[in-house]
């Protein structure tokens, strides 16, 4: 059975920094295209970044608002997915879920999210 | 960028009756890049629909999808107390990479 755990969010000043992880298990990590999904307070669903898998060149990719700001990386020896958010701004506030899928087009499978609240 | 357009944004509708969720994009989008999720408070999203109208693993045959070009629609046929929860249509593209409209929320009546 597939499972992400992610963990790492909390309270944060507008300017700061934080990590995200996000750990998989139930299916081969290396071969697994990863993204980002966030989810404001109330709000809609907004993809952040993806990164390919290392064997399909490790591509990153991200959303407008967060390019520059936020790095995708993973370390297939610990199945782990992370996100390091920098400049951190109000607007990030969300709950930010790791996600993948069998297809690149859609995600299937969904951890349980984490919460980033940037506030002063 | 590609922007979908879902709607209505609330639906009330009782269980057994029919629901119908429309998701508008605007660009042609290729059948293949369209997906629906349910979304309970809560919880992550789920994925239901790809392909715009292949049903993901679990998915009960009350769930549809269909449409092509610019206009898809998720059908429930028969609601169960278990559907009303918040539904997202996604597109697979570029720049951004993925797209997903502001979500219908199926409340009952």
């Known amino acids: 059975e597939v499972h992400l755990v992610e963990s790492g969010g909390g309270l944060v000043k507008p300017g700061g920094s934080l990590r995200l992880s996000c750990v998989a298990s139930g299916f081969t990590f290396s071969n697994a295209w990863m993204s980002w999904v966030r989810q404001a307070p109330g709000k809609g669903l907004e993809w952040v970044g993806r990164?390919?898998?290392?064997?399909?060149?490790?591509?990153?990719d991200y959303a407008a608002p967060v390019k520059g700001r936020f790095t995708i990386s993973r370390d297939d020896s610990k199945n782990t997915l992370f996100l390091q958010m920098n400049s951190l701004k109000t607007e990030d506030t969300a709950v930010y879920y790791c996600?993948?899928?069998?297809?690149?087009?859609?995600?299937?499978?969904w951890g349980q999210g984490t919460l980033v609240t940037v506030s002063s | 960028e590609i922007v979908l357009t879902q709607s209505p944004g609330t639906l009330s509708l009782s269980p057994g009756e029919r629901a119908t969720l429309s998701c508008s994009a605007s660009q042609i989008v290729s059948s293949t890049y369209l997906a629906w999720y349910q979304q309970k408070p809560g919880q992550a999203p789920r994925l239901l629909i790809y392909g715009a109208s292949t049903r993901a693993t679990g998915i009960p045959d009350r769930f549809s999808g269909s449409g092509s070009g610019t206009d898809f629609t998720l059908t429930i046929s028969r609601l169960e107390p278990e559907d009303f929860a918040v539904y997202y249509c996604q597109q697979y593209g570029s720049s951004p990479m993925y797209t997903f409209g502001q979500g219908t929320k199926l409340e009952i009546k």
């Open positions: 996600s993948t899928g069998y297809d690149i087009n859609y995600f299937d499978y």
């Open positions: 990164i390919e898998s290392k064997t399909d060149g490790g591509t990153t």
